[in-house]
């Protein structure tokens, strides 16, 4: 793996791309940052060096952590979905923190992987130690992790830690992976419906694909990962179309963005960092479906926002109704929204939803 060296000129290149990309022309009745801000600065632990990044607000109360999907995506990559000049954008009203994971995004990683910290109570670990970094630059201020998808499973490890209480003030979950095991029974069941739908329309020929779904039979200890891949993939093969595409002017900003920070790099890193590399795809298949917080929930000391996409294939709804019926049952204190019409990543299709639902949860805490 080539080795990437930070730049000296960053603060300045960031700092000149800030003001000509990212600062809002904002009209006199919108909330207005007091200065534009932006900063990266690293994390190591353990052999990774993990970029974050801020942006937005930074006389604001409250930071917004991103703990992004994939495994082995970016939060980085997307950070300029959260600006504009819509009323509700998070840069104006927060300060935001977009955190890369190891093996993911523009981290630098060991080479060879260091296969000790590829599993989920090692990301959570991270989580609590970027979270570390951001009260001692940022003191004062409250701390609202958001976790998307295997996000959402690194932010359940984080947040039923009882070692990690005084690290957070409140949570987001979007369709966030929190039970393996559900997860897999939520893939068969939607797919069930779907073929049962598809065939109702006259589409007979999935009708094999609905015997193949009614002859697995899922047990949580005799697992076999082709079972989990091929539900997998089924169930995204048989989505309901609907998804927006990404905006092309925040994809432009998103694609500036990121060039303005790794002007050299970024490519590269990317091209070794992806969901499709060694390491995540080990995440993802040998360790998502025994994921398993259920006896942990407990430990959870601060409201939460849940949020799911009513047609979401890749984590169904079925695997959010346990993980909300349980905290429920614990007293927990949490808000759960349904979207309509969304499918996986209602950052992107809900866009405006889902930036106000994320604004009033933290202005209520």
Known sequence: MEKFYRNRNYPFIIAFWFVIILAPSCKKDEPQPSQPYQELFWVTNKGAQM???MTGNKESTSIVLFVHGGPG????????????NS?????????????DQRYAGYSINPDPIDWSTVNVDQYAEDCAMVIDQLKIRFPGKKIIVVGHSWGGAVLTKFISNPAYQNKYNGWVTAEGMVNGFELANAMQSYSRQRCNELIAEGKVQYVDTLAYLNSVI?????????????????AISLAKPGEKPLDPEVLSRCAQLEKSIFPDSADRIRKNNNSASQANLDLLYNQVYFIDSNASYVNISKPGLIIWGENDCVVPTDAAYPFTG???????????????NCWHTPMFSNTQQYIDDIKKFIDGL
């Open 218 to 234: 899922l047990d949580p200890v005799a697992y076999d990962k082709p079972t989990f891949l091929r539900l997998q993939m089924l």
């Open 326 to 340: 349980r905290l429920g049952s614990l007293g927990k204190t949490f808000q759960f929204k349904l979207y309509p």
């Open 87 to 99: 009323p509700a954008n998070l840069t104006d009203n927060f300060l935001l923190a977009s955190w």
């Open 73 to 84: 995506q970016s939060s980085i990559d997307v950070a300029g979905i959260y600006s504009g």
């Open 51 to 53: 970029p974050v990044l």
